[in-house]
Nanobody, 125 residues
């Protein structure tokens, strides 16, 4: 079994920062890419950011570009999401995901094989 565990969520004010972490573990676990998605109440889950391990290439949703930074430690199968200048619209459950195979696109939910349980981020005005 593969397990992904997110941490670092919390309650902050608009303009504040948070750093999320996701640690992946399991028998012979490896991945080509890992990413972050989020889901607000009553809305569909949406792509936030992803990283390709082989090249270090990163991809961001337009709504967070310039404010969020994804990084990771491939050897430890751990990915981070530094979130700066948080907005109330960023309130959501943030999920970590891992892809066993090399994806052609990093922003498609169905391309990912494993998911964490999520961590709540609440941004007040």
């Amino acid at each position: 079994q593969v397990q992904l565990v997110e941490s670092g969520g919390g309650l902050v004010q608009a303009g504040d920062s948070l750093r999320l972490s996701c640690a992946a573990s399991g028998r012979t676990f490896s991945s080509y890419a890992m990413g972050w998605f989020r889901q607000a109440p009553g809305k569909e889950r949406e792509f936030v950011a992803a990283i390709s391990w082989s090249s270090g290439y990163t991809h961001y949703a337009e709504s967070v570009k310039g404010r969020f930074t994804i990084s990771g430690d491939n050897a430890k199968n751990t990915v981070y999401l530094q979130m700066n200048s948080l907005k109330p619209e960023g309130t959501a459950v943030y999920y970590c995901a891992a892809d066993r195979n090399r994806p052609l696109r990093l922003d498609i939910i169905k391309e990912y094989d494993y998911w964490g349980q999520g961590t709540q981020v609440t941004v007040s005005s």
